[in-house]
């Protein structure tokens, strides 16, 4: 398993990337659309993987509301 610092330089690197991809190209008439939802998932997984390592919990919150009206 990769120590925290090597998880934080591959999220760097990944996030370059991310921000340099273009979602959309066009070239004279065609155009061709790309699912970046495999690099925001990869992204999740390293940061769940530096929690993890850093021993630091996601916490989510779910609040419920309820009520019955008669």
């Known amino acids: 398993m990769a120590d925290i610092t090597e998880l934080q330089l591959r999220r760097d690197k990944l996030l370059e ?8 190209v066009s070239y004279g008439d065609k155009s061709v659309q790309y699912d970046l939802t495999q690099v925001q998932s990869a992204l999740d997984i390293l940061d769940r993987e530096i929690a993890r390592s850093s021993d630091k ?14």
Do not use: G, M, N, T
Not at 17 to 24: A, V, Y
Not at 57 to 70: A, E, F, G, Q, Y
């Open 17 to 24: 990337k991310l921000e340099s991809l273009q979602s959309r």
């Open 57 to 70: 919990r996601i916490i989510r919150h779910l609040r419920v509301r309820s009520r019955k009206d008669l």
